[in-house]
Nanobody, 111 residues
Framework: EVQLVESGGGLVQAGGSLTLSCAAS????????MSWVRQAPGKGLEWVSS???????TYSDSVKGRFTISRDNAKNTLYLQMHSLKPEDTAVYYC?????RGRGTQVTVSS
């Protein structure tokens, strides 16, 4: 069974940092493009970042230079390091493959 379990969310002040983790199981993690997407209150899903199996990373313009995506294939874990957080980064953050999304972890940035 494919499982994606996010953790690491929380409440942080503007300018602060958080690191999200996603534990993956049930598929060959190392060969799959992994992504982070988010959903702010009252808004649709927004793509944040992706990393492929060659460690090529892409970012949305809204997070470029502040967020870093990485993966540990030995641990089947995806990460998102978030720095210089802004109130507009407040959202539920989901770990995702092309066919599955986790249940998400809440990130709240206070001003």
């Amino acid at each position: 069974e494919v499982q994606l379990v996010e953790s690491g969310g929380g409440l942080v002040q503007a300018g602060g940092s958080l690191t999200l983790s996603c534990a993956a199981s049930g598929f060959t993690f190392s060969s799959v493009v992994m992504s982070w997407v988010r959903q702010a209150p009252g808004k649709g899903l927004e793509w944040v970042s992706s990393i492929n199996n060659d460690d090529i990373r892409t970012y949305s313009d809204s997070v470029k230079g502040r967020f870093t995506i990485s993966r540990d294939n030995a641990k089947n874990t995806l990460y998102l390091q978030m720095h210089s957080l802004k109130p507009e980064d407040t959202a539920v953050y989901y770990c995702a493959t092309a066919w599955r999304r986790g249940r998400g972890t809440q990130v709240t940035v206070s001003s």
